[in-house]
């Protein structure tokens, strides 16, 4: 008897493995109901139970076992110090492999995590190219050198861009889903989008340890309200590293706190066992496909190996738990199960394995002599190669036409959104409150919201509410929504509805909107617009209305921040932001919304204004400021004061952050000799000490003075008005510094 039918007659183990709400479900489908409710005791296949085609079964073994080995191999070579880091799916083999039979490549969508070697094997990718992964190489297809070995992502074959962070991608395959969805309600986006099929899925992957996160619940709730095609599978193998389910999760089993989501089809099985695990993923796949709403699939695995080659789980697993685990591998248990049932003999199975040996060994000789990416890449992708925002493509600056009444920031906005969306199926905009109405049938008896601001008023009754909605309070959820529809080539422009509201957007806006097209070397990107209103001198803001802190926003490569001062500047900025391909995100200060001094008559809508171009918008000889948003007026209040005083300021309006007009600066510095850099950010660590630093340093034999800072003081911004003012730079401060700067 050989190893593996020893390791079959084993009594496997007595975790639940079973379906809730399930049988109903099933019945409408004509299928026939999951495994019971009631835990089971897991007993050998009986000889008289219908096995699938043999082939098929070959076929799973051959991709279980190759998953294997080739994390096997990895592990070697990390020995040798000839890769730099491991992570491992072993114990995950059956129920990826079972979930690559039953989804297809280049049709269906992939979101996976690192344990999903197996299925990325089943759905086509090589052993090579997960080996050229770990070597790091530049035609590694995952990420071309740049990314950890298992950090899957495939674009011929629909698997996008996976990171470190742990269920980021949940929210974008919500996303990728919904974009399928919204594509069926939108007509005119048959000519400007392909590659929608009417019955495709999104696969999302994550281990227990994810269901922690928040963007686990808030991906649930959005799948579940929409009813979108996505196939949850939870890979539980007990541990998040060292720390047990049983702490991560009320109960130790989330399955159970997910069950009363609405049309989710809910699947609990053993994935260690390939047949229960495809007939599992058969089932929540055509319920899927068949647009009864999303599928939550909890299998249960084993974790034979330690976390990654970064970890020792002796330090926190006792020898008898692995020896229990151990018994319950899945490659070891199916093969036994294969010559038990006579689909192929000892023999065979052992020419199978000696071959898959064989082709990893050559992979791997292949991917250790195979290039890796010169050094002069490294900045390649950090923005599109392709559309280049700071061109004279985008520059119409010189030759607008106005025309009509004079409107504030806010309505010159709105003109803006609403004449891209006519010329656009593909914009989407959503946020919270963004709507007219969200309950329809009371948008012709009320005035409508659209917006705190009122900025995207009227645009859902004029588009309709498949492309203009509203969406639930969480921001996370906004944008990791609409970095998975860009990807499916949509063009959200979303709302944060407030600055100081952006934080919990944050992990999605820096490890993955900004990130994405680098870390897949342009496999993949994300274009859209991230509108925030910004700043204070509203009295009444206080701590969590009126913060200004770009800075955070402008260190992060791949993205772009742009913040207008005025009404036109506003209306031609947004348009580049919204037809170039780069994420953006752009600033819209609160208190020059309705200003009466920014207006300005309305742009014809071919109105743009290039990123990278500031404005000068005031001449002089003494000294320069350089300013954007609300200080732009402020300086401007400043200057006039002290012309009276017979000192000429020169004023530049930066209008972009990133990129910035280095040129225009170089310039005003070179004529005056003496500059202010004036802004609401704070001093220290702010916006204004990159361009203080860079002027010293490239500069400084034009200086005639040390550069000066005008700025918001290191503090918060308080409630009180006489606090407010204090804290934020007036146009009294930048009078103070030009009169100092002058005498210096």
């Not at 989330?254 to 390939?274: A, I, K, M, W």
């Not at 009371?442 to 009227?458: P, R």
């Not at 004529?671 to 860079?694: P, Q, W």
């Amino acid at each position: 008897m050989s190893n593996d039918t020893k390791v079959l007659r084993l009594v496997r183990k007595t975790e639940s493995s079973s379906t809730t709400e399930a049988p109903e479900r099933e019945a409408e489908m004509g299928m026939a109901p999951g495994p019971s409710s009631v835990p089971v005791t897991f007993v050998p296949r009986q000889a008289t139970d219908a096995l699938p085609d043999h082939n098929l079964l070959l076929e799973m073994y051959r991709t279980m076992y190759l998953s294997r080995r080739l994390d096997d191999k990895e592990i070697q070579l990390k020995g040798q110090n000839r890769i730099f880091f491991q992570i491992s799916g072993a114990g995950h083999e059956a129920i990826l492999t079972a979930a690559g039979v039953v989804l297809k490549p280049a049709y269906d969508w992939f979101y996976p995590y690192y344990r999903d070697r197996a299925l990325c094997l089943q759905l086509g990718m090589t052993p090579l190219e997960q080996l050229l992964s770990a070597v790091g190489a530049e035609a590694d297809p995952n990420s071309h050198g740049r990314q950890m070995p298992s950090h899957w992502g495939h674009s011929k074959l629909n698997i996008v861009s996976q990171s470190s962070p742990t269920g980021t991608q949940l929210l974008q395959a919500v996303g990728c889903a919904e974009a399928s969805y919204r594509y069926q309600l939108i007509p005119e986006l048959q000519k400007r989008i392909s590659g929608f099929k009417n019955d495709e899925v999104t696969y999302v992957s994550l281990g227990d340890g994810t269901t922690s996160e928040g963007e686990f619940w808030e991906a649930l709730n959005t799948a579940s309200n929409l009813k979108l095609p996505v196939l949850f599978l939870l890979e539980d193998n007990g541990y998040a590293i060292s720390v047990p389910v049983e702490v991560q999760t009320a109960g130790g089993d989330v399955s159970r706190l997910v069950e009363n989501f609405p049309s989710l089809y809910l699947q609990r099985c053993d994935g260690t066992d390939p047949i229960e695990s495809l007939e599992t993923m058969r089932r929540a796949v055509e319920y899927c496909r068949r647009r009864k709403g999303p599928a939550f699939v909890h299998a249960k695995v084993i974790r034979p190996y330690s976390h990654s080659l970064s970890d020792d789980e002796k330090l926190y697993r006792p020898d008898e738990e692995r020896a229990s685990e151990a018994e319950r591998d899945p490659v070891k248990r199916f093969g036994a199960l294969l010559i038990e049932e006579g689909v192929i003999d000892q023999e065979g199975l052992q020419k199978i394995k000696d071959e898959i040996d064989r082709e990893v060994n050559e992979a791997a000789d292949i991917a250790l002599s195979s290039a890796q990416p010169p050094k002069e890449t490294a900045t390649r992708f950090v923005y599109s190669p392709d559309v280049d925002p700071t061109s004279k493509e985008f520059d119409t600056e010189d030759r607008v036409q106005l025309s009509g009444n004079a409107g504030t920031m806010v309505d010159l906005i709105n003109r803006c959104l609403e004449t891209e969306m006519a010329r656009d199926p593909r914009i989407v905009v959503f946020g919270e409150d963004v709507a007219d109405c969200s309950r329809e049938q009371y948008l012709e008896s009320v005035k409508g919201k659209g917006g705190v601001f009122k900025v995207t008023a009227n645009l859902q009754r004029k588009y309709g509410s498949a492309r203009v909605f509203n969406s639930p309070l969480a921001e996370a959820n906004i944008v990791g929504r609409a970095i998975g529809m860009a990807t499916r080539g949509f063009k959200p422009v979303v709302e944060i509805q407030f600055f100081d509201y952006i934080w919990p957007a944050m992990h999605q806006i820096r490890n993955e909107l900004a990130l994405i097209r680098w870390r897949s070397g342009n496999e993949w990107k994300a274009p859209l617009v991230i509108r925030v209103p910004v700043g204070g001198y509203l009295k009444g803001g206080a701590v969590y209305h009126s913060q200004s802190g770009v800075s955070t926003f402008t260190q992060i490569p791949g993205l772009r921040v742009i913040y207008p001062s005025n009404a036109l500047d506003a209306n031609g900025l947004l348009r580049t932001a919204i037809r170039c391909d780069d994420p953006v995100l752009f600033l819209e200060h609160k208190h020059l919304y309705r200003q009466a001094y920014n207006k300005s008559q309305y742009p014809t809508d071919d109105f743009m204004i290039p990123f990278g171009k500031a404005k000068k918008v005031r001449e002089g000889k003494d000294l320069s400021i350089i300013t954007y948003g609300a200080l732009v007026q402020r300086s401007l209040v400043a200057a006039k004061q002290m012309e009276q005083e017979g000192i000429s300021v020169e004023i530049i309006d930066l209008r972009s952050l990133v990129p910035y007009d280095w040129d225009a600066i170089t310039e005003t510095v070179k004529k005056t000799n003496k500059v202010i850099v004036a802004h609401e950010d704070s001093l220290s660590f702010g916006y204004g000490a990159e361009i203080a630093a860079r002027i010293s340093d490239e500069l400084f034999e034009y200086l005639d003075a040390p550069v000066k800072r005008v700025c918001a003081l290191d503090t918060f911004v308080a409630y009180a008005p006489q606090l407010e003012d204090a804290i934020l730079p007036q146009a009294s401060d930048v009078a103070k510094a030009i009169a100092e700067l002058k005498s210096y």
